[in-house]
């Protein structure tokens, strides 16, 4: 039993250090797992200093462990909205709706229909 205490607070050195490491070197940003491995290493080592009578330690993590539990809870998502509805399209006066016209011949032929300008007389300019 020893062994699984000596274990569990190397396990919490290795999950501390290496979240650490990680986001000092800037490979994990401090964010859910940077927490998440400071919880799981601050309950090890808690779990390795209670075995030892090491209460410095203990207390110091337990500290460490309500900081990172804090940290999780207000990384929550509140009451994620449902769906967001998207932009509605807008529609032109006098100019027809197509657009889901198009997207049917695009469906059946794989491409875009190609919409053709008129024929303009020479010197003639589309007006603006």
């Known amino acids: 039993m020893e062994l699984l205490w000596e274990i569990a607070g190397w396990a919490g050195a ?35 200093g209670t075995f030892h009578g090491a209460w410095p330690s203990v207390v110091t993590n337990v500290a460490w462990f309500l900081i990172s539990a804090v940290a999780l809870v207000r990384m929550r998502p509140e009451n994620s909205p449902a769906a967001v509805p998207a932009d509605p399209q807008v529609q032109f006066p006098g100019v027809p709706d197509t657009t889901g016209q198009m997207a049917v011949v695009e469906v059946l032929t794989g491409s875009m229909p190609v919409v053709s300008m008129p024929a303009m007389a020479d010197g003639q300019r589309l007006a603006h």
């Open 14 to 48: 290795a999950a501390i250090l290496s979240a650490y490491l990680a986001v000092s070197m800037g490979w994990l940003k401090a964010g859910k797992g940077f927490q998440t491995a400071n919880l799981v290493g601050a309950v090890a080592f808690i779990i390795n």
